[in-house]
């Protein structure tokens, strides 16, 4: 009796390659780490801070690191622990809030664009022109100003700013692939051009949105960190990793721990997205993963 052999999904092997790349980076993998680590410190901030990141204790002020305050206090005796872990919070969410709008805004500008083409691609791509002529945090820090200080109005300045490379990038990959004999098919069998446009090409789009995604989450949250550490971002006594670094830097000669700590976890947050966006950029490369068809078989069987 002949044996059926099971057919594996082609998503389900798409997946299998990526993580077939990634697994194979050390280095990837304890940068998705801490990329995950952090995401949990901020999720479970309210229940793993030893204090209220804003309460106030004016006879411990300044105190360096001891059993009481794991990493000492602050200029005005708040937690520094407590601050920090609010401050990763604050840092990591608001950072996806701003790529998921960003992602949002840019990829159907640019599909539409690419897609159309004609006048309409001629008109998007000139306003995209002219939001890309402007300094990216100049622009940020005058629509932050002008929507009012905080948080959320960093986060929706940085998204306005940052949708265009995004829409550049997915107008490349249209026009690219609107050629195709797949969506000349599609055509020929009386497909829309709503359909064709997010049901066909739009999924051969991906790769290149997921990649910078990904990389687009270290430069965010280092310019949300600069919009606190200027004033135009989070607002004291909100904690913040660059509101802490702001605060911190008048006492860095005598207490230096209160800019460097919140400086180091910038770093290594940033240099973690970068390292799983590099990794995802060889995992991603359509030629690599045609030779990895061929060869994870035989290797993972």
């Avoid at 997915?170 to 049901?199: C, T």
């Avoid at 995604?213 to 965010?220: H, L, P, Q, S």
Wanted: net charge neutral; glycine share 8%.
């Amino acid at each position: 009796m002949r044996r059926t052999e099971k057919v594996e999904s082609p998503r389900i092997r798409e997946l299998r390659i990526t993580w077939y790349v990634i697994r194979r980076s050390k280095i990837t993998l304890v940068s998705i780490g801490v990329i995950v680590f952090f995401f949990i410190l901020g999720i479970l901030a309210p229940w793993i801070a030893p204090y209220d990141p804003t309460e106030i204790h004016p006879a411990d002020v300044l105190v360096p690191p001891c059993p009481k305050y794991p990493l000492g206090t602050d200029y005005l005796g708040r937690d520094y622990l407590s601050r920090l872990l609010y401050g990763a919070r604050v840092s990591m969410f608001a950072s996806l809030f701003v790529v998921a709008l960003t992602v949002a805004i840019g990829v159907p500008i640019g599909a539409i664009s690419g897609y159309l083409g004609g006048k309409w691609d001629e008109v998007m791509m000139r306003f995209t022109d002219i939001i890309m002529s402007f300094p990216g945090l100049i622009l940020a820090i005058f629509l932050a100003y002008v929507m009012g200080r905080g948080v959320f109005s960093a986060a929706l300045a940085l998204s306005f700013v940052g949708w265009t490379s995004m829409a550049r990038i997915v107008r490349g990959v249209v026009l690219s692939e609107k050629e195709k004999d797949y969506v000349m098919a599609a055509r020929a069998l009386g497909k829309s051009d709503f359909s064709i446009l997010f049901g066909e090409i739009m999924p051969n789009c991906i790769y290149p949105v997921i990649v910078d995604a990904v990389m687009r989450m270290g430069t965010t949250i280092i310019a949300l960190a600069g919009l606190s550490f200027i004033g135009v971002g989070v607002q004291p006594p909100e904690p913040d990793w660059g509101v802490i670094v702001s605060e911190g830097r008048i006492y860095l000669m005598d207490h230096p721990w209160l800019s460097i700590i919140p400086g180091v976890l910038i770093i290594a947050v940033v240099l973690a997205y970068n390292m799983v966006g590099d990794r995802l950029r060889d995992a991603l490369d359509p030629r690599l993963r045609r030779e990895l068809s061929v060869k994870i078989p035989s290797e993972e069987s």
